[in-house]
């Protein structure tokens, strides 16, 4: 085996009481392919900066190969020194570099270079920073949330360059299939310590439920002998003194192993606030067209949204997609045709902007309001500190100002916002940013479960193929057209992958047209499509057969 570029051994860090690492290790070699997966603030953000240099470890050591060459990629990049992202990637390029791969890296992720650092959109900031990261050539990338706010085209150009070189890879990622295409190994990071398997992330949720489902057994087993012991004490202390005491102690260690054992994070309880059903037609939209500029945005667009549908709307950043919303849930007048909306509707919305999130604001006064300690949520009063357990925060977490959250926690709280409302229409704009997989898992069977009718766009393919009826793409020109199935069903009917409005540099084309669909994690359960399909075979079958 080839000797670690980068090596973690027994990292220990602390926040404040509890300890965020208490043995953590992590082990790359030359062009290997690492998932580093955990719940939202298991300190994975921490272990990458750990390992970059940034964060210093209360315990344990960190070697990097001399001469290795090591790129991060942090959630949140600081630009403060720059002025345009030519300039920001240049000072991330050795003075023995080509200082033409700063331009030549910026263009193939669509930018020119000459854009205003200060007023950078969260899809561009993500694109200037991973130019910087991608531009030296680095022999270890490690990279947060490589994805977040990339529309569906960078993504799967990003898949398609990191898969081409032979740079070694350590990725935080929620989106599945990112990580089911590239990673090789996965790293599990659970109450401070890692565990590894060497296969890629598309085994890991397998896995992770074998040995939860271990430890579980181990702790019933623990439980039932702590029971036994303890019985003993009462009524069976007949032996000799020095093995009674032997005995005590050994229940006393069973004890403290009992006490000190820190279970697993139980899942998020998400429920949305129902409203009394829509009607039947929920938007009827007719020749639609909205123009900025001069520039065509939407030209001449058509659909009939139905009660129970579940659509999802992708394309590049900038092709549209929140104008198009806006259009269709009449928060913006079209220049030409008409918007009917059907009885009834309540509508409850997820905006993509969370850093538009007053910092000083603390967690409880943001779901309340500011005002009192309850949340109505389905009509009825419920505490804040219930409702914010129910999204996986504690209660200490009460009295936190925003700006303090995690990005995941970020993520959560705007869900708990969002879904306190009641409604029968739910418009999600990027709904999985930050959050972590079990999280997903719980955000995706309540939209599978929702009474009412979502519409939803996001970069997130593995998430639009479990839970949509129908997807809207952008064809260019301002022309939109619907398909129906998930995203990989709109490709296999388009032929063709989403590409960038000309005018924006396109991804080169590879001999590697497009990345491999993963298979699915191998938990499988039906999908809202697979339960739509299969409530309807009946009929649709009398149909045909009449026809």
Do not use: C
């Given at each position: 085996?080839?000797?670690?570029?980068?090596?973690?051994?027994?990292?220990?860090?602390?926040?404040?009481?509890?300890?965020?690492?208490?043995?953590?290790?992590?082990?790359?070699?030359?062009?290997?392919?690492?998932?580093?997966?955990?719940?939202?603030?298991?300190?994975?953000?921490?272990?990458?900066?750990?390992?970059?240099?940034?964060?210093?470890?209360?315990?344990?050591?960190?070697?990097?190969?001399?001469?290795?060459?090591?790129?991060?990629?942090?959630?949140?990049?600081?630009?403060?020194?720059?002025?345009?992202?030519?300039?920001?990637?240049?000072?991330?390029?050795?003075?023995?570099?080509?200082?033409?791969?700063?331009?030549?890296?910026?263009?193939?992720?669509?930018?020119?270079?000459?854009?205003?650092?200060?007023?950078?959109?969260?899809?561009?900031?993500?694109?200037?920073?991973?130019?910087?990261?991608?531009?030296?050539?680095?022999?270890?990338?490690?990279?947060?949330?490589?994805?977040?706010?990339?529309?569906?085209?960078?993504?799967?150009?990003?898949?398609?360059?990191?898969?081409?070189?032979?740079?070694?890879?350590?990725?935080?990622?929620?989106?599945?299939?990112?990580?089911?295409?590239?990673?090789?190994?996965?790293?599990?990071?659970?109450?401070?310590?890692?565990?590894?398997?060497?296969?890629?992330?598309?085994?890991?949720?397998?896995?992770?439920?074998?040995?939860?489902?271990?430890?579980?057994?181990?702790?019933?087993?623990?439980?039932?002998?702590?029971?036994a012991e303890e019985h003993w004490m009462r009524y069976g202390v007949t032996g000799r003194r020095k093995r009674n005491m032997r005995r005590v102690g050994e229940l006393q260690a069973l004890r403290e192993a009992r006490r000190t054992h820190r279970a697993a994070a139980g899942n998020a309880t998400i429920t949305a606030g129902s409203a009394s059903p829509s009607g039947a037609?929920?938007?009827?939209?007719?020749?639609?067209?909205?123009?900025?500029?001069?520039?065509?945005?939407?030209?001449?667009?058509?659909?009939?949204?139905?009660?129970?549908?579940?659509?999802?709307?992708?394309?590049?950043?900038?092709?549209?997609?929140?104008?198009?919303?806006?259009?269709?849930?009449?928060?913006?007048?079209?220049?030409?045709?008409?918007?009917?909306?059907?009885?009834?509707?309540?509508?409850?919305?997820?905006?993509?902007?969370?850093?538009?999130?007053?910092?000083?604001?603390?967690?409880?006064?943001?779901?309340?309001?500011?005002?009192?300690?309850?949340?109505?949520?389905?009509?009825?009063?419920?505490?804040?500190?219930?409702?914010?357990?129910?999204?996986?925060?504690?209660?200490?977490q009460a009295r936190t100002p925003l700006g303090k959250l995690s990005g995941g926690e970020r993520g959560r709280l705007t869900l708990a916002q969002a879904l306190a409302k009641p409604s029968n229409l739910l418009v999600l704009d990027e709904p999985t940013n930050d959050l972590d997989m079990e999280t997903l898992d719980v955000l995706e069977d309540m939209l599978g479960d929702?009474?009412?009718?979502?519409?939803?766009?996001?970069?997130?393919?593995?998430?639009?193929?479990?839970?949509?009826?129908?997807?809207?793409?952008?064809?260019?020109?301002?022309?939109?057209?619907?398909?129906?199935g998930g995203y990989s069903d709109m490709l296999a009917q388009r032929g063709a992958d989403l590409t960038r409005e000309r005018g924006k540099a396109e991804p080169p084309k590879t001999a590697k047209a497009a990345a491999p669909i993963a298979p699915r994690a191998a938990k499988q359960r039906m999908t809202f499509k697979d339960k739509h399909a299969l409530g309807t075979l009946?009929?649709?079958?009398?149909?045909?057969?009449?026809?």
């Open positions: 085996m080839a000797p670690p570029l980068l090596q973690l051994k027994d990292i220990a860090l602390t926040f404040g009481g509890t300890p965020l690492l208490t043995g953590a290790e992590l082990s790359v070699s030359t062009g290997e392919r690492v998932s580093l997966v955990g719940r939202n603030g298991s300190g994975k953000s921490t272990l990458l900066k750990i390992a970059a240099g940034l964060v210093e470890p209360d315990r344990g050591t960190v070697f990097v190969q001399p001469g290795a060459l090591v790129r991060y990629l942090p959630q949140e990049p600081d630009f403060s020194r720059h002025a345009t992202t030519l300039a920001y990637v240049e000072a991330g390029l050795r003075p023995t570099d080509d200082s033409h791969a700063a331009r030549f890296m910026l263009e193939q992720l669509g930018l020119t270079g000459a854009e205003d650092l200060a007023h950078l959109s969260g899809g561009e900031a993500r694109r200037a920073s991973l130019a910087r990261v991608l531009a030296p050539q680095p022999d270890i990338l490690l990279l947060d949330e490589p994805t977040n706010h990339l529309d569906l085209t960078t993504i799967e150009w990003l898949e398609r360059e990191l898969d081409g070189r032979r740079t070694a890879l350590v990725i935080i990622s929620h989106d599945r299939r990112f990580l089911s295409t590239l990673s090789r190994s996965t790293v599990w990071l659970d109450r401070g310590t890692t565990r590894r398997i060497e296969r890629g992330f598309g085994h890991f949720e397998e896995w992770r439920d074998m040995l939860l489902a271990e430890e579980e057994r181990e702790q019933h087993k623990l439980d039932r002998k702590i029971v037609l929920v938007i009827e939209a007719k020749g639609i067209g909205k123009s900025y500029g001069g520039r065509s945005i939407v030209s001449d667009f058509s659909i009939r949204i139905q009660r129970g549908d579940r659509i999802g709307i992708v394309g590049p950043n900038g092709s549209g997609k929140t104008t198009l919303v806006g259009l269709l849930t009449g928060a913006l007048p079209p220049d030409s045709g008409t918007v009917r909306l059907g009885s009834n509707l309540a509508v409850a919305t997820l905006d993509q902007h969370r850093d538009s999130l007053d910092p000083e604001v603390t967690v409880a006064e943001a779901l309340t309001g500011g005002h009192g300690d309850t949340v109505m949520v389905n009509g009825a009063p419920k505490h804040v500190v219930g409702y914010m357990r129910d999204f996986l925060f504690s209660s200490e929702y009474p009412g009718t979502v519409m939803l766009i996001s970069h997130d393919r593995d998430f639009l193929d479990r839970l949509v009826s129908g997807v809207i793409v952008p064809e260019g020109a301002g022309r939109w057209s619907e398909y129906a009946p009929m649709t079958i009398i149909a045909l057969q009449a026809e």
